[in-house]
């Protein structure tokens, strides 16, 4: 009985999960609006809805035997019980212990039922000792010492500005409604018979083949009616003469019985005569059976397109009923941001707010799933690159409060279109070409004839970063890489455009479904391959006399603009076919747009257009280049679909363009083994330190102190530094200040390794001239090695 209980527990605590989740969320915005509101009705509105939040989730909690949650919600209610009656005021500080509280009902959920360590206690009875000092009107911020509660009457109760420009909407209430026939599906579930019923795609294409295997069955039967009808007369009529000369022959024999007559007419006493009988009998069955077997065959045709007509209604009837089903509005996703922003900024010393627009429109659960980490990207790019400190704004004439706008906008029927923009600091070009160059991925050469388009799309490579230095969370050069890389994935564009000083907008086009797509088949060298519709601009036929040669590459004219041209067989890297033989004069050509780049591909022909199943490749094809996947078509062949954006790099290549690193000869420089300087204290880091450096082939000499670290510069060279910061005699940020400084020195690398991870220390370190600054608490061999392979 016991195990029966405990199974029903963790059912329920399954369910209590979900609908944990929804209370945490309404509390989070609630938070949120109530912060920005001014008015006075309009607070007391957001707090009777977020105190009846923390109730419900308090009584849900207790119903699983939830403790720990349970009592951080008695605590929180406790709070907006103050605030309704006016005993506590609402303050920056009071929002800080509310926003934690969030953070850390949503840190208990994730490990719910499991067993709390001794971290988590300390964290739940300090957090509840800050709640219940907040009931009684004194508000204790994370962190504080208990002698350092900041009093009633010293409480600022006025909104900080950068929340004034929103005005929040009218109820945060949550509609909760309960109807008969009205169930909770885990999304899973639906996923899974999504996917099932896209697979009835198959099903349908293949009775689109077959039906077109009848109907050429038919129009071949109609042929062969056709022919046997103008020699069916000429036949009956051999026939009837033979039959007729059988029967002549045989009377003249009976008159003169020494006449000649064919042997064959008189062999079986009349057989031949009997052969010719059967003959003509069997041509008018044969006629009948024609006639029933061709209407049979209308039938079966008609039929055929019957059933298809009905297969393709359910079909497509079932697909769009999931798909709605699994529509979800972009505000499921964008709820999380405004906390998300609020805490950034606050990390970073600044202040912003976020505009969200268009966050009703709904798009394919999938695409959201996919697109929640590149858009926290983008917008911690927005907050840790674009947007100034309030200072730096005012003096530029700002208000000293920065605004992050996410504008979801549905572009037509098939796509939507995501804008992320800022009103910060704007990019710097020549950094990203500087970047761009240092990485190898262009020359200095090749830099200086870059439009500012050209230099823009560098931003989203791997590696290339404009920050000045590197930390655990930034300036890797990673951040924009995944976000196009996601936006590739799901079959979307995604382009840049920044205006120093001004800001930045980053604008992605999605579809709104994923799975299915409408797309072209192609063959190339007797290969047949799928191209996404939506790339290709136009199909054309050009004439061999048309293509010109433009600085070494070929080109065509298409609506008065030079296009370049490359066989698509070169791109796929297919054997060279001889040519020598083949006469055509026309070519067929497919345009492809992508990124606002067009390239002309020649195939060998375009067969068709057709609904297409996008099917992966399996963990054992992660990453093919120039292949997004595979669909089936109709005949049950498997043909690949071509990744657009990857052609499009690959073509560029094929016709001359840059050539990535790794295709380039490896120098002598480049095998010698690098010097790294080790400043640390203590012997067991500085032990730790030595021994993965030099197990990953770098020559290592270490240092005790600053003062010992520059001593040792001054006689030896160093490819770069890793040092710690609080150090006896001289600290790491005096250390690096001082290696800038000095002329010989000023352009070495310097990586701080540290405990210290606060803003205010990571400021200091970037004021100092660090280029990466690595957290002790977070740290991880791989990312040091990874920072100091960019760096060096």
Not at 471 to 496: C, N, P, Q, Y
Request: charged residues 25%.
């Amino acid at each position: 009985m016991g195990t029966e209980n405990n199974e029903f527990l963790e059912k329920l605590r399954e369910t209590f999960k979900i609908e944990a989740e929804e209370h945490i969320n309404v509390i989070s915005s609630g938070l949120i609006e109530l912060e920005k509101a001014q008015a006075v009705e309009k607070q007391m509105g957001i707090i009777e809805t977020v105190f009846r939040e923390a109730h419900s989730l308090k009584g849900a909690a207790r119903a699983v035997n939830m403790i720990d949650i349970e009592s951080v919600c008695q605590n929180l209610e406790s709070v907006f019980a103050a605030l309704k009656r006016k005993e506590t005021a609402l303050s920056p500080e009071l929002f800080d212990v509310l926003h934690q509280t969030v953070d850390t009902l949503n840190t208990l959920l994730l490990s719910a039922g499991a067993k709390r360590s001794a971290s988590e206690r300390s964290m739940i009875k300090e957090l509840t000792r800050g709640l219940k000092s907040a009931a009684e009107g004194v508000v204790q911020p994370p962190g504080m010492k208990e002698t350092e509660k900041i009093e009633p009457e010293k409480i600022k109760s006025k909104v900080p500005a950068a929340a004034q420009a929103i005005e929040a909407p009218p109820s945060m209430a949550v509609e909760k409604t309960v109807l008969t026939g009205t169930v909770r599906i885990s999304t899973t579930k639906l996923d899974s018979i999504l996917l099932q019923a896209e697979e009835l795609l198959s099903v349908k294409q293949s009775a689109v083949h077959r039906g077109a295997e009848l109907r050429e069955i038919t129009v071949s039967f109609a042929q062969w009616k056709k022919e046997w009808e103008k020699i069916q007369h000429d036949v009956r009529t051999i026939y009837r003469a033979l039959e007729k000369n059988s029967e002549q022959s045989i009377e003249n024999h009976h008159a003169d019985p020494r006449g000649k007559i064919d042997p064959l007419a008189m062999k079986g006493g009349g057989s031949y005569t009997s052969f010719t009988v059967k003959n003509l009998e069997f041509l008018e069955w044969n006629s009948t059976y024609v006639r029933s077997l061709e209407h049979r065959l209308a039938a079966l045709h008609r039929s055929c397109e019957d059933d298809y007509r009905l297969l393709d209604k359910i079909v497509e009837g079932l697909l769009d009923d999931m798909k709605t089903v699994l529509m979800l509005p972009f505000s499921s996703l964008l709820d999380i941001f405004p906390a998300f922003v609020r805490k950034l900024s606050r990390d970073h010393g600044k202040e912003a707010e976020l505009v969200i627009r268009g966050e009703d429109i709904k798009i394919d659960k999938r695409i959201l799933d996919e697109m929640k980490d590149p858009l926290i990207h983008l917008v911690r790019n927005c907050i840790d690159h674009g947007i100034e400190k309030p200072e730096e704004r005012v003096q530029k004439n700002k208000p000293p409060h920065g605004t992050i706008t996410i504008i979801v906008s549905q572009k037509n029927s098939h796509h939507v279109e995501i804008l992320v923009s800022d009103d910060g600091a704007g990019i710097d070009l020549a950094k990203v070409k500087s970047a761009a160059v240092k990485l190898g991925i262009i020359t200095d050469n090749e830099a200086g004839k870059l439009n500012d388009q050209e230099v823009q799309s560098l931003i989203f490579l791997s590696g290339v970063s404009t920050s000045p230095i590197v930390t655990d969370i930034s300036g890797r050069g990673l951040g924009l890489s995944i976000v196009g890389e996601k936006v590739v994935k799901l079959g979307g564009t995604v382009s840049l455009e920044t205006h120093p000083g001004t800001g930045t907008a980053c604008r992605i086009l999605l579809p709104l479904t994923l799975a299915t797509f409408r797309g072209i088949l192609i063959c190339v060298d007797e290969y047949l391959f799928v191209l996404p519709t939506t790339n290709v601009e136009q199909v054309v036929r050009v004439n061999k006399e048309q293509i010109k040669t433009v600085e070494n590459r070929e080109t065509i004219q298409l609506n008065g603009q030079a296009v370049s041209l490359v066989r698509l067989a070169d791109v796929l890297k297919f054997a060279q076919k001889d040519t020598a033989g083949e006469s055509a004069d026309l070519l067929q050509v497919v345009v492809i747009g992508s990124a606002e780049k067009r390239i002309a591909f020649t195939v060998d022909s375009v067969l068709s257009e057709q609904e297409v199943l996008v099917k992966k490749l399996g963990p054992q094809l992660t990453r093919v280049p120039n292949i997004a996947g595979a669909t089936v078509l109709g005949t049950g062949k498997v043909v690949p679909i071509l990744n657009v954006p990857d052609l499009m790099r690959s073509a560029v290549q094929v016709m001359g363009g840059p050539v990535l690193p790794a295709a380039a000869p490896v120098e002598k420089e480049e095998i010698k083994r690098k010097s790294i300087l080790v400043v640390e204290d203590s012997i067991t880091a500085r032990t730790l330190l030595k021994n993965i450096l030099e197990s990953s082939g770098y020559d290592v000499k270490t240092a005790v102190d600053g003062i010992d670290a520059f001593t040792i510069m001054k006689t030896e060279s160093f490819d770069l530094v890793v040092s710690d910061v609080d150090m006896p005699r001289m600290n790491g940020f005096d250390l690096t200040a001082k290696i800038r400084r000095d002329k010989e020195l000023s352009g070495l690398p310097v990586v701080l390794v540290t405990a210290l991870e606060s803003r205010e220390d990571r400021e200091r370190g970037i004021d100092a001239g660090a280029n990466a600054y690595i957290i002790k608490s977070s740290f991880d061999q791989s990312n040091l090695l990874e920072v100091i392979r960019r760096l060096i």
